[in-house]
């Protein structure tokens, strides 16, 4: 059974840039959730999809959105890129919304220079 | 709202010694809880969970956890440490209501021959 799959794996953007980053959940999940990874402030939630819906949102500037497909696949978005976006990004399924546990991508390394 | 406390950022440990990670949570509503471990360059995998029933909970790789509702503690131990678990441990806690996980900010683990 494949595991969460997050596109790309590594990626380096300019500041002002954007970006969107993939990620496609295991087969038969419908909820998707998206994470950043930094040093310094550790991980944060950025927001949660379920059959096309986001129910959840994080604390993050609207420079950050999310969508999901039909597919159950999501991408996040990220306009004007800022220094401080540098993270790995980490997009998690489960099957539900009861929050019995996700299962966790390996993560995009997002660089910005 | 939702806050876990994981004490001490690092942990070194001789393989073959107890291996003992603390998390303390606040959660307004009963809580979820989880370990995960990240391996360097990797995403999250999910060592065990507490959602109702028995409070001892049992995980992959010999770990387990011990929910204690009176001291707000679910406290990660492994009986005799292996080299292969030199990694960084996550404590996480979500609403029964949701997905979003809030987690605390990892202990790093090392482990000497």
């Known amino acids: 059974k494949a595991g969460v799959t997050q596109t790309p794996r590594y990626l380096i953007k300019t500041r002002g840039q954007q970006v969107t980053l993939s990620c496609s959940p295991i087969?038969?999940?419908?909820?998707v959730s998206w994470y950043q990874q930094t040093p310094g402030q550790g991980l944060q939630f950025l927001f949660e999809y379920f059959s096309e819906t986001q129910r959840n949102k994080g604390n993050f500037p609207g420079r950050f959105s999310g969508r999901q497909f039909s597919n159950s696949r999501s991408e996040m978005n990220v306009s004007t890129l800022e220094l401080g976006d540098s993270a790995l990004y980490l997009c998690a399924s489960s099957f539900d919304v009861r929050g019995y546990g996700y299962t966790f991508g390996s993560g995009t390394r997002l660089t910005v220079v | 709202a939702q806050s876990v406390t994981q004490l001490g950022s690092h942990v070194s440990v001789s393989e073959g010694a107890l291996v003992l990670l603390r998390c303390n949570y606040s959660s307004s509503v009963p809580p979820y809880l989880f370990w995960y471990v990240q391996y360097p360059n990797q995403g999250l995998q999910l060592l065990l969970k507490y959602t109702t029933g028995a409070t001892l909970v049992k995980g992959i790789n010999g770990f387990e956890a011990e929910f204690k509702k009176s001291e707000t503690s679910f406290h990660l131990t492994k009986p005799s440490a292996h080299m292969s678990d030199a990694a960084e441990y996550f404590c996480?806690?979500?609403?029964?209501?949701?997905?979003?996980?809030?987690f605390g900010g990892g202990t790093r683990v090392l482990v000497k021959p």
């Open positions: 087969s038969g999940h419908r909820s």
């Open positions: 996480a806690v979500s609403a029964t209501a949701g997905n979003k996980l809030t």
